[in-house]
């Protein structure tokens, strides 16, 4: 739920974490507003997001990763029960951008653009609605000078994040069970290279619908598609529309995953299609 609309203006990121984090790291941070949260009336679970928004506009302002803290709160909050909903990097970016005006949206997206992948597609606020969100302020750091490739999965295919960040240096979030993982979409643009990454890169949770894959298509230069061959082999038809929705496009890249017999004529006859 959003903890009220429009709360935070551009004060608010000025005045964040000023005069409090200067002799305590982020882990400690993590762990103290954990505790609050755990031992407090009620476990008052908006009071604890508004809490968490605070070290992370801190960080941002410094064009800082937002890992150092949001990794250290996740791996505790797995240890507690009756948590209302998951809490993921994507959730706690997306309540901060909900509950800020508008000049605020556009000086966070910018500063998450320096280090930490920026959210491009988000889930619907509610169940009543269930259309996606697309993020209107990245229009104002899309980066056009690169190009930038969409990584995607058709069919379940786990390892996709851990090799797009191995591959490309990127820090996207590992999936969790959570709507923010499905069909949502991030960009990392590389700034935080010394020497700019020639690409960017956008990488998708979850598998994205034939529409909504047609709709965004255009704006991206090339897409990296990642498949699991049990499962082109029993989908091979699916496989080849997604594939042709975007090949004609750009360039297209097929992965196709633990392929135990590469002269498998279904695998063959996706590749030469």
Known sequence: NNVGAFQYTFKHLVNAGELQYTEITMKDIAANVVNRFVGGPGRDFNGFILETLQPIMYLLKREQNLTGFTGPLKRLLVKEKNISCAVSQRFLIDTMMINSDRFLCRCLISLLSKRNPVPMVQPPIDSKNNKYRSIPSIIHIWDYQRPTLLSFGIGKCKGKTSLINA?????????MKDKYFYQTIDVDFGYNFVQRRPVNIADAHGELSSETLNEISMIFNGFLVHVESTYLRSNQSKVINYIKLVSNKS??????????DETDEDIQSTTNA
């Open 167 to 175: 591959v490309f240096e990127s820090n996207f979030e590992q999936s």
């Open 251 to 260: 360039y297209v890249l097929l992965l196709i995953r633990d392929v135990e």
